[in-house]
C-alpha cells in the first residue's frame, strides 16, 4: 500500500517523529547499532525535521491474528517487541509444516491474543480461551516450517494449542509453532533485493517493520465505496500528522531515541481484502482502488 514502509529501531513510545526525504516507500528494521549511525553521520550530517507523531504501536504475536497495542515497544532483530508479546514469533503450520495465514483461513483475523504471568491467552468466537506458555518445555518437538519457499524452524506449542486451534477453523489439523531466540532466522535479502543481509526475520512475510500514517489511509477511503480500517493493513507503527503518503518519501527516521532506514515499498496481497471484525475475505477491495 502506499504509505508503507520497513524501517529498524532501538527502543521508543508514542513520541514525535522527524525524518529526512528520500526515496522509497516500505518500512523493515534495518540496524539498531548506534556504531552504524556514527559512521553514516560521519558521511552525511542528517537533515531532519518533525514530520509527524506515532499515534499507534502494534505488535501482531501470532502471524495474522489480531494485533495487540502497546503504549511502548522495543526492537530487537525480528522486529517489536513488548514484554513476553513478540512480533509474528507464533505461526499457524500444517501438519506437512507449511504456513497458515489468513490469506487460507480468513476467521485467524478474529484470534485475539493477551499476555499474562508468562502465558499468552488465545481468545476466538464461540471458542473457550486458551492458554499457552511462552517459554516451552525441550521436550516440545521442533517442527521445520515452510515459509515463501524457505525453511525456517518453530518448537511446537503442544497438543492444547494445536487442537484449540483446530477447533477453531474446523478445516484440517493444524499446529502452532513458536520461534525461540536461539533458532536461525530467515534474511529478508533472499526474498526481496532491496533489503541487506543484516535483515533477518522469523515469521513475517519479508520485513520485521512496517510503519503506515493515518492520512494515508484517509486518502485511500476516500475513493472506496466500502471503507477500511488501519487493522486491514497490519502496521508496526501508525503516524498521523503528515499529509497521505509523505511517508513514501521518508528515508532516515527517528522516533525518540529509535533511528530507522526506510526499505522498500510494501508489496500488499489479499491479506488486506479480509473484513477484520468478520474474517470474510472479500479478494477485491482495497487492492483494486490500490492498483488505480
Known amino acids: 500500500m502506499t504509505g508503507s514502509r520497513s524501517f529498524s529501531l532501538t527502543k521508543f513510545g508514542l513520541s514525535p517523529l522527524s525524518a529526512s526525504a528520500a526515496l522509497a516507500v516500505l518500512v523493515t ?10 559512521r553514516r553521520d560521519r558521511r552525511r550530517p542528517l537533515r531532519l525535521k518533525q514530520v509527524g507523531t506515532v499515534s499507534g504501536l502494534f505488535i501482531y504475536p501470532i502471524k495474522s491474528c489480531k494485533g495487540v497495542a502497546v503504549q511502548q515497544a522495543e526492537v530487537t532483530k525480528l522486529g517489536l517487541r513488548d514484554g513476553d508479546l513478540r512480533d509474528r514469533c507464533w505461526l499457524v503450520i500444517k501438519e506437512d509444516g507449511h504456513m497458515v495465514t489468513a490469506r487460507q483461513e480468513p476467521r485467524l483475523v478474529l484470534v ?6 508468562g502465558y499468552l491467552t488465545l481468545s476466538a468466537p464461540e471458542m473457550k480461551d486458551c492458554h499457552i506458555p511462552v517459554k516451552l518445555s525441550t521436550k516440545n518437538p521442533i517442527r521445520n516450517c515452510r515459509l515463501f519457499g524457505f525453511d525456517v524452524q518453530g518448537r511446537d506449542c503442544g497438543e492444547d ?6 477447533a477453531y477453523l474446523k478445516s484440517e489439523p493444524y499446529r502452532l509453532v513458536c520461534f525461540e531466540p536461539n533458532m536461525v532466522p530467515r534474511n529478508s535479502k533472499d526474498l526481496m533485493e532491496p533489503f541487506r543481509p543484516t535483515d533477518k526475520i522469523a515469521y513475517s512475510d519479508c520485513s520485521p517493520i512496517m510503519l503506515l500514517s493515518e492520512a494515508s489511509l484517509e486518502e485511500l477511503n476516500s475513493r472506496l465505496e466500502k471503507k477500511v480500517q488501519i487493522r486491514n493493513f497490519r502496521p508496526s507503527i501508525l503516524v498521523t500528522g503528515c499529509g497521505p503518503n509523505e511517508e513514501d518519501s521518508w528515508d532516515d527516521i527517528i522516533i525518540g531515541n529509535a533511528q530507522m532506514r526506510g526499505t522498500m515499498a510494501c508489496p500488499r496481497c489479499i491479506l488486506t481484502t479480509v473484513d477484520p471484525n468478520t474474517g470474510i475475505i472479500d479478494r477485491k477491495e482495497p487492492l483494486n482502488t490500490l492498483k488505480r
Open 112 to 117: 485475539s491474543i493477551t499476555s499474562q504471568n
Open 29 to 38: 528494521l534495518v540496524m539498531a547499532a548506534a556504531w552504524y549511525w556514527r
Open 161 to 166: 494449542a494445536a487442537q484449540w486451534i483446530t
